[in-house]
């Protein structure tokens, strides 16, 4: 059986940056699980090198990982709101260690690009993806702005936050009224009993 592309992944970056593997030397022999449905689960052994490899099937992980649903969309809108779509249990001390790993290991991509085309092109290249990405949310961006704009103003599908704060208060009012009414109706029937 192949070893998972990610393990692949993942010790190209650990193994471009010293101070990432002396973060997960201490936890050397711990395993880390991350899991996100519908996906088969990466269980990961920490090597005394700090680097990682496949972990048998039986080993009980010392911490897992899971990774929500909503956890892509969250990282269009940042860092902090993809950590809270990230489930963590298991050893706190490797969970900081594996957070800070998140939070901090970069893939340096132009280094990587220079060793096939030179540092000049690779430096371009990176440039002109970066310029290329920002297009591309801007434009999805742009996209939803005029759906949801559609949506509100030509084909309402959509209300707008406004109109339904109004619709809540006025159905607490609705809801309060008929309360009291109940209880005015539940005091005149008790008082036409007696």
């Not at 936890?27 to 519908?38: D, H, I, L, S």
């Not at 704009?149 to 159905?171: G, H, S």
């Amino acid at each position: 059986m192949l070893p998972h592309p990610g393990i692949y992944a993942l010790n190209h970056l650990l193994g471009a940056e010293a101070w990432a593997r002396d973060k997960l030397k201490p936890y050397a022999g711990q395993c880390v699980e991350f899991r996100n449905p519908p996906l088969p689960a990466l269980r990961l052994d920490i090597l005394d090198t700090g680097m990682v490899r496949s972990a048998a099937a039986d080993t009980i992980p010392n911490l897992v990982v899971t990774i929500g649903p909503a956890a892509l969309p969250a990282f269009a809108r940042g860092e902090d709101a993809l950590m809270r779509e990230i489930g963590i249990e298991g050893n706190a001390d490797l969970a900081g260690s594996v957070q800070y790993l998140f939070r901090h290991l970069r893939w340096d991509l132009a280094e990587d690009l220079s060793r096939v085309f030179g540092d000049v092109l690779a430096q371009r290249m990176v440039k002109e993806g970066k310029r290329f990405a920002a297009w591309n949310r801007e434009a999805v961006e742009k996209l939803a702005q005029n759906f949801a704009e559609y949506w509100i103003e030509e084909q309402p599908l959509l209300a707008r936050p406004a109109e339904v704060r109004q619709f809540l208060t006025d159905a607490d009012q609705l809801r309060d009224d008929l309360a009291r009414l109940d209880k005015r109706i539940a005091a005149l029937s008790r008082s036409r009993v007696s």
